[in-house]
């Protein structure tokens, strides 16, 4: 096993429906975040969550994130 992750269209496909929808963790803990309504702590728990996604190992997404927002 290399270590390598290699993309393939399934995953394009699988990404770019997460885009479309919505479904994914990234947007569900931020709309969390967004919404006035919740408590802090709610909104204090989906910043928690968030923290993963934003790690700098994250940064090698930046091409392929890209590609989705053109």
């Known amino acids: ?3 390598e992750f290699k993309v ?3 995953h394009w496909a699988m990404f770019a429906e997460l885009l479309r929808t919505g ?3 990234v947007s569900f803990f931020c709309s ?3 919404d ?3 408590s802090d702590e709610r909104r204090r728990e989906a910043a ?3 923290l993963p996604y934003y790690h700098p190992r994250l940064a090698k997404m930046g091409p392929l994130l890209r590609r989705f927002t053109r």
């Open 36 to 38: 006035e309504k919740a």
């Open 32 to 34: 969390v975040l967004a």
């Open 48 to 50: 928690q969550e968030l």
């Open 1 to 3: 096993m290399s270590g």
């Open 8 to 10: 393939t269209d399934k």
């Open 23 to 25: 479904n994914d963790p």
